[in-house]
């Protein structure tokens, strides 16, 4: 796990864009994992600049999204497909069909879930992920307590997730109780990782997945045995980790061709 803590979380956004912006440059088609809520929007903001100003293609690439509430029409302001048409795919040329999120109105939500993965199988894997990480570690929404070996299913989301998302719906009455999601075997499956986590209130839960044990109690620990996992963090949330003067000097540190700016 590479961990890398820049002075803001724009300047950490840049920079998880800019590794993004190079697997596409050297693989047009590359599959991206993708995640939604207010932790990527600065990061897809600078791929949609990269896009507009430098030429930077998305026709050739396909992305599947990590979740999607359960009960909420693509069209919902507040489902994901709504937020990453609107904040990332309407801006970009992807080709159409090459976007995916689980389907939330399936009727046979376990058929959905296999036949999801088998899409991700069938594309060959994704190529890099994108992550953020929950208060209580959550990794998609794999709660605390979810299975290490989990794949793409159906999860209720705890109390805390749904006080978490209200905002986003107006109150938690209007949460949807129940999600699609990757499971945390999925996400080890991709062949890179970004994880991106900004401000004091991430502090603990981004200790626990770097520094902590490997644990279903911090799902977002197990990135710990990801081969390539890079954690882009800002010093709040970067505060309590006990390593944080070490993670700095390795990255001062590095020859010029290990660097990601």
Same mark, same amino acid.
């Given at each position: ?90 801006? @970009? +040329? ?11 109105? &399936?009727? !046979?939500? #376990?058929? %959905?879930?296999? /036949? ?9 894997? @994704? +190529? ?11 990794? &998609?929404? !794999?709660? #605390?307590? %979810?299975?290490? /070996? ?112």
């Amino acid at each position: 796990m590479e961990v890398i803590i820049k002075s803001d979380k724009a300047e950490a956004s840049k920079l998880g864009a800019k590794i993004i912006a190079r697997l596409i440059r050297q693989n047009n088609k590359a599959v991206l994992g993708l995640a939604t809520g207010s932790t990527p929007l600065q990061l897809y903001k600078q791929l949609v600049r990269m896009h507009q100003e430098e030429g930077l293609s998305f026709k050739d690439v396909t992305t599947f999204n990590l979740d999607e509430y359960v009960g909420l029409e693509s069209d919902n302001p507040c489902s994901f497909y709504s937020e990453m048409h609107n904040n990332l795919f309407c801006h @970009i +040329d992807m080709a159409k069909g090459a976007t995916h999120l689980p389907d939330g109105m &399936a009727e !046979n939500i #376990p058929d %959905s879930c296999a /036949a999801y993965e088998a899409a991700i199988a069938a594309a060959g894997g @994704i +190529d890099l992920q994108l992550l953020g990480i929950g208060h209580d570690g959550h990794l &998609a929404f !794999n709660e #605390p307590g %979810s299975s290490l /070996a989990s794949r793409t299913r159906l999860k209720t989301l705890s109390q805390k997730t749904i006080k978490a998302n209200s905002r986003f719906f107006g109150s938690e009455d209007k949460v949807p109780r129940h999600v699609m999601t990757m499971g945390l075997s999925t996400i080890m499956a991709a062949r890179q990782c970004i994880l991106l986590a900004f401000g004091m209130d991430k502090a603990e839960a981004v200790r626990d997945m770097i520094e902590g044990p490997v644990s279903a109690s911090c799902p977002g620990s197990i990135l710990q045995f990801h081969e390539r996992t890079i954690v882009l963090l800002d010093p709040e949330a970067a505060s309590k980790l006990r390593r944080k003067q070490y993670y700095l000097d390795v990255y001062a540190s590095k020859p010029a061709w290990q660097l990601w700016d």
